[in-house]
């Protein structure tokens, strides 16, 4: 079977060079310039590390040192015409800003307040130059592959071409980037029964993929913080997967997964290591009864009736369930501190 792509190619620019003075900020594998602007500070997220810096560019005559160490809020005398490498540890994750004095060639290094706002260092825009989609008929070869007269069907479009003269004519389609796949026209009738060994299967996360009712509120005394929040129920819902079934089943899929949607535990736990954020059970992972589905997705109608459309469509759905580990890491955030679930 031939194939014929049309691929779009981008050039990408060159990124600008950095005007000097410049400050290089490098650990033991990444390194990153950053210019510097006399007397206006530079605010760079650091982690805790061990880093290396590294002042190029200062031009000029002057009679400066090194120290052996940078310090905090305390003026460090930079080299004139050389690099000026120090060693820099950092201890705690945070903003830190560094700023330069032309006047005496010193570069001062704090660390920011979190109130601060950090200044973001942004490249320039690179010049992209995109091949466009012809817009005429194209003639591919396929002689050596089909004797004239063979059916060919567009995999993408589902366009039938005949061939003539060892060749077709297809026009190039914007929704599949250009890319044509022919392949035989069958002259057997499938059969419909679903061999899942080659099922196509289309995961959807239900939470987050789509909310039928974005006004509704969270059941169970959940609060909604209008997506703010990782760890929360963003709304979506069995009924917002039934109105996403013609794009489900425009991609070729002929099975939904569905993440568990089972009723969850009502309340939330400490998200991250610092537990600074609520982390509810939206994933599904963590059941609270296998026998009834959370409203935050819907109830036993919504399921029919998402199950029924995607019949039509000829989708099966299968339904996820998690029996080996039904719960939160840790018991006793519902049990032994009596918070609600």
């Known amino acids: 079977m031939r194939q014929k792509t049309?691929?779009?190619?981008?050039?990408?620019?060159?990124?600008?060079?950095?005007?000097?003075?410049?400050?290089?900020?490098?650990?033991?594998?990444?390194?990153?310039?950053?210019?510097?602007?006399?007397?206006?500070?530079?605010?760079?997220?650091?982690?805790?590390?061990?880093?290396?810096?590294?002042?190029?560019?200062?031009?000029?005559?002057?009679?400066?040192?090194?120290?052996n160490k940078v310090k905090f809020n305390t003026p460090i005398p930079l080299l004139c015409g050389s690099d000026s490498v120090l060693p820099l540890n950092i201890r705690f994750t945070g903003d830190y800003s560094f700023t330069y004095s032309a006047e005496d060639h010193s570069l001062v290094f704090k660390r920011?307040?979190?109130?601060?706002?950090?200044?973001?260092?942004?490249?320039?825009?690179?010049?992209?130059?995109?091949?466009?989609?012809?817009?005429?008929?194209?003639?591919?070869?396929?002689?050596?592959?089909?004797?004239?007269?063979?059916?060919?069907?567009?995999?993408?479009?589902?366009?039938?071409?005949?061939?003539?003269?060892?060749?077709?004519?297809?026009?190039?389609?914007?929704?599949?980037?250009?890319?044509?796949?022919?392949?035989?026209?069958?002259?057997?009738?499938?059969?419909?029964?679903?061999?899942?060994?080659?099922?196509?299967?289309?995961?959807?996360?239900?939470?987050?993929?789509?909310?039928?009712?974005p006004g509704a509120p969270q059941p169970y005394g959940r609060q909604s913080d209008g997506k703010d929040n990782i760890g929360t129920f963003h709304g979506g819902d069995l009924n917002g997967i039934t109105e996403?079934?013609?794009?489900?089943?425009?991609?070729?899929?002929?099975?939904?997964?569905?993440?568990?949607?089972?009723?969850?535990?009502?309340?939330?736990?400490?998200?991250?290591?610092?537990?600074?954020?609520p982390f509810y059970g939206y994933h599904g992972y963590w059941t609270r009864d296998f026998t009834k589905i959370d409203e935050s997705f819907g109830n036993d109608e919504d399921l029919k009736r998402l199950v029924d459309e995607a019949h039509k469509r000829g989708i099966k759905v299968l339904l996820d369930a998690v029996v080996n580990h039904p719960a939160t890491p840790r018991l006793q955030t519902f049990s032994l501190m009596n918070l609600m679930y």
Not at 256 to 263: A, H, K, M, R, T
Request: with cysteine; hydrophobic share 35%; glycine share 6%.
């Open 112 to 213: 920011q307040p979190k109130k601060v706002a950090k200044k973001e260092f942004k490249r320039p825009i690179p010049n992209v130059q995109c091949e466009t989609l012809p817009s005429e008929p194209q003639i591919i070869a396929v002689g050596d592959s089909y004797p004239d007269g063979t059916q060919l069907r567009d995999v993408f479009t589902n366009d039938i071409v005949t061939v003539k003269s060892g060749k077709v004519t297809v026009k190039p389609n914007q929704a599949s980037g250009g890319l044509t796949l022919l392949e035989p026209v069958e002259t057997t009738p499938k059969s419909d029964a679903l061999n899942y060994r080659n099922a196509n299967i289309y995961f959807v996360m239900v939470d987050r993929f789509n909310n039928s009712n």
């Open 244 to 277: 996403k079934l013609d794009y489900i089943k425009a991609l070729g899929t002929n099975v939904i997964w569905l993440s568990p949607i089972v009723e969850q535990v009502h309340g939330f736990v400490g998200g991250g290591d610092s537990g600074s954020f």
């Open 6 to 67: 049309l691929l779009a190619c981008m050039l990408l620019a060159s990124p600008a060079l950095f005007a000097s003075p410049y400050l290089t900020v490098s650990t033991s594998t990444t390194s990153r310039d950053y210019p510097i602007v006399a007397d206006e500070p530079l605010v760079i997220p650091l982690t805790k590390d061990k880093y290396q810096l590294k002042i190029s560019g200062i031009d000029g005559d002057c009679t400066n040192e090194l120290p």
